[in-house]
């Protein structure tokens, strides 16, 4: 690194902490401030923290406590008073400090023995008035001390910093300087000037990345390398819908024209299709993937579990029935002979439509001519995976979809690369799910409700929050559940548990079972959270709801209202939250996912993109999300209409030099 001082180790270190070029010591932020002051020694407490400085009284000494614990020990003098002080295996400090120096103590008041516990001694005077300090993050070998004065030496070098907001926007909020802004976050003069400083970056921070995602997208649509347009008879697709028994809903209908039209426009797709769950999307994905295959290409669907892809599976052979169609199902489980079979008929193109977990993307599957790739469930999924599967064709035309809703403004920011479907309209004849909170105490109460559902042939879920836990008696686990439903419903009706320790088999057995009504009472973990779909289920329950997140709440829910028949979930707990509260009043994911958004965070629910936060030092999403709106529709006016100026030719070159590197 072109620094003084710092040579080859000090650099290695500095890598640790990802810095490498003297900018980024500059981007380098604090963890933290403190604020350097005088204690008022009359008011300090015993064990209160104290700041102090005064001159050293005599020569410091040193204690050998144990072979690996020593101590220095000395006096000062301030205009007050004496202090002890004790500083704990600091040894160096026997040399640097001498009889009659200024030097300031940071440490712990004990009282008793009118002694500070010193865990930081500086030489120098404390400033007249009370002053900022950064706290940066450190690492062995490296303290705070030096990477402060690295940073310092960094800002006073004359390193040429790239400010990525255009004037004018600057002039319209009266942005300060950059470089301003930047030595203020590293020594803040006053709050004021602080807050302004770091306004003005998360702003900044916001800005580039929005420009990058569109920069992207733009360049995307541009320069897509497919260039096969898809061919095929539409009516065809039109006779396959008049056949589904139902009628697609408003936005089904336009979700598949969406598709439609990528996937004929000879640019490779990548759409983003979200819908509650239950608002019926895996039908639009057959559709798509019966496009694909008219057009003479074959289609893979990849879920996140087994009970999913059988689901899935079944369902499309009976859809595909007589259509040509040849539905595949490949999953770990499968026995070796069949595997085989499967994987010959995926390689010599006699598979038109491969359904699959993961084992989609493993090493061993070549594909004849894979043309479109779906993502079911597509939040369960890493960006490798998905970007795995991709390569198994070329350039395949790409739909993701996804029952977690995302608020619809994050989702048009940090998805701004895909384009996005949503389906908000549920198939006619949809009932609202009623929602119920009940406490453990009305526990006899809940199991009338499910007997009356019983009566009426329909069936019923049961929620555990865990599989067995020996240690502990509060937590409901699937078999304790089990023995409490068998007994008030073994003389009535048949009762099953599925939960992630079951071998596939066992699993698919009791799924199926559930699914032709033979078993009434399906007790389970959250394996069944995503997308199973047993319409006669008109129930669910689940145990210590109070342990779930509401992401996961509202998906379990999804398991039931998926027919016509009225449908409820009754969540127990022993105490009310603001979680079950929500749940009781809306049935919108949407409104759900806002809620959720705002109130924990997007760790969760936004997986996927996390990597994009790394980028984010001052900016969060979640509490800027009011700022991130803004710089949004700041972003995009940009985009469409400066652009292109000479004066941002710098801008094109970096976004295009980033681009690369995505
Ligand atoms: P999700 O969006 O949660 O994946 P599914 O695709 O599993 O939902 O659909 C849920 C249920 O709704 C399925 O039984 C499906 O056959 C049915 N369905 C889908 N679209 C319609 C429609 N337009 N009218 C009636 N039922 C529909
Ligand atoms: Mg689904």
Same mark, same amino acid.
């Given at each position: 690194?072109?620094?003084?001082?710092?040579?080859?180790?000090?650099?290695?270190?500095?890598?640790?902490?990802?810095?490498?070029?003297?900018?980024?010591?500059?981007?380098?932020?604090?963890?933290?401030?403190?604020?350097?002051?005088?204690?008022?020694?009359?008011?300090?407490?015993?064990?209160?923290?104290?700041?102090?400085?005064?001159?050293?009284?005599?020569?410091?000494?040193?204690?050998?406590?144990?072979? #690996?614990?020593?101590?220095?020990?000395?006096? &000062?003098?301030?205009?007050?008073?004496?202090? /002890?002080?004790? @500083?704990? %295996?600091? $040894?160096?400090?026997?040399?640097?400090? #001498?009889?009659?120096?200024?030097?300031?103590? &940071?440490?712990?008041?004990?009282?008793?023995? /009118?002694?500070? @516990?010193? %865990?930081? $001694?500086?030489?120098?005077?404390l400033p007249k008035n009370p002053q900022i300090e950064a706290i940066y993050g450190a690492t062995d070998g490296l303290n705070r001390k030096m990477i402060t004065k690295f940073i310092d030496t960094a800002l006073k070098s004359d390193i040429q910093i790239i400010d990525y907001i255009p004037d004018y926007i600057g002039d319209r909020y009266h942005f300060p300087d950059k470089l301003w802004s930047i030595r203020q976050i590293h020594h803040p003069v006053n709050e004021l000037n602080y807050k302004r400083a770091k306004q003005r970056l998360k702003y900044e921070e916001f800005f580039w990345y929005l420009l990058r995602v569109r920069y992207l997208k733009y360049w995307s649509m541009n320069n897509c390398e497919f260039s096969v347009k898809k061919i095929f008879d539409n009516s065809k697709v039109s006779e396959f819908i008049k056949r589904l028994g139902f009628e697609l809903t408003i936005d089904q209908i336009k979700?598949?024209?969406?598709?439609?039209?990528?996937i004929t426009s000879g640019k490779q797709m990548n759409r983003f299709v979200q819908g509650d769950v239950g608002s019926g999307k895996t039908i639009v994905a057959f559709i798509a993937s019966y496009m694909n295959f008219l057009a003479g290409y074959q289609s893979a669907l990849m879920v996140p579990t087994e009970i999913l892809a059988v689901q899935h599976y079944q369902n499309a052979l009976e859809l595909f029935e007589d259509t040509g169609v040849k539905v595949v199902l490949l999953t770990s489980s499968l026995t070796k002979k069949k595997k085989d079979n499967v994987l010959k008929q995926i390689n010599n193109g006699e598979a038109d439509f491969i359904i699959g977990t993961q084992s989609l993307i493993q090493e061993n599957v070549s594909y004849k001519n894979l043309g479109l790739?779906?993502?079911?469930?597509?939040?369960?999924?890493?960006?490798?995976?998905?970007?795995?599967?991709?390569?198994?064709?070329?350039?395949?035309?790409?739909?993701?979809?996804?029952?977690?809703?995302?608020?619809?403004?994050?989702?048009?920011?940090?998805?701004?690369d895909m384009d996005i479907s949503s389906i908000k309209t549920k198939p006619i004849g949809r009932k609202e799910v009623s929602t119920f909170y009940k406490k453990e105490e009305d526990m006899l109460e809940v199991l009338k409700m499910m007997k009356s559902e019983i009566d009426k042939g329909h069936q019923v879920y049961v929620i555990a929050p865990a599989i067995e836990n020996e240690d502990s008696e509060e937590l409901n686990n699937v078999n304790k559940l089990a023995e409490k439903m068998e007994c008030a419903f073994g003389k009535i009706c048949k009762i099953g548990c599925v939960h992630g320790r079951l071998d596939n088999e066992e699993k698919a057995n009791i799924m199926s079972d559930f699914e032709s009504g033979k078993i009434k009472i399906l007790i389970s973990t959250t394996v069944i959270e995503v997308g199973v779909n047993v319409p006669n289920a008109s129930m669910i329950v689940i145990f210590q709801a109070n342990l779930f997140?509401?992401?996961?709440?509202?998906?379990?829910?999804?398991?039931?209202?998926?027919?016509?028949?009225?449908?409820?979930?009754?969540?127990?707990?022993?105490?009310?939250?603001?979680?079950?509260?929500?749940?009781?009043?809306?049935?919108?994911?949407?409104?759900?996912?806002?809620?959720?958004?705002?109130?924990?965070g997007e760790g969760d629910l936004f997986g996927v993109r996390q990597s994009g936060?790394?980028?984010?030092?001052?900016?969060?999403?979640?509490?800027?999300?009011?700022?991130?709106?803004?710089?949004?529709?700041?972003?995009?006016?940009?985009?469409?209409?400066?652009?292109?100026d000479d004066k941002y030719q710098e801008f094109r070159y970096y976004l295009e030099i980033d681009k690369g590197l995505n």
């Open positions: 690194m072109e620094l003084d001082g710092v040579g080859t180790k000090t650099s290695l270190l500095l890598n640790k902490l990802g810095i490498y070029t003297v900018e980024d010591l500059i981007y380098y932020y604090p963890k933290r401030y403190d604020v350097l002051k005088r204690s008022n020694m009359d008011y300090v407490l015993d064990k209160d923290k104290v700041i102090l400085d005064g001159i050293v009284e005599g020569q410091p000494t040193i204690v050998q406590l144990s072979t #690996k614990l020593k101590k220095v020990i000395f006096r &000062i003098v301030d205009g007050r008073g004496m202090y /002890n002080v004790v @500083v704990f %295996n600091q $040894v160096y400090l026997l040399k640097e400090l #001498k009889y009659g120096m200024n030097v300031i103590i &940071i440490g712990k008041y004990d009282k008793l023995r /009118n002694t500070i @516990v010193a %865990n930081e $001694v500086r030489v120098g005077k979700t598949i024209e969406e598709i439609k039209r990528d790739i779906i993502a079911d469930e597509q939040h369960r999924f890493g960006v490798n995976q998905r970007k795995l599967l991709k390569e198994k064709g070329s350039n395949p035309d790409v739909l993701s979809m996804s029952a977690t809703p995302i608020p619809r403004t994050y989702a048009l920011t940090i998805y701004g997140g509401l992401s996961t709440l509202h998906q379990l829910r999804g398991r039931v209202g998926r027919g016509s028949i009225q449908s409820y979930c009754i969540l127990i707990s022993k105490d009310p939250c603001d979680r079950l509260q929500i749940m009781e009043k809306t049935n919108d994911g949407f409104e759900i996912s806002e809620y959720d958004f705002k109130n924990r936060q790394a980028e984010f030092k001052l900016a969060d999403l979640r509490k800027d999300f009011e700022l991130l709106v803004r710089v949004k529709k700041d972003a995009d006016e940009f985009f469409d209409n400066y652009f292109t």
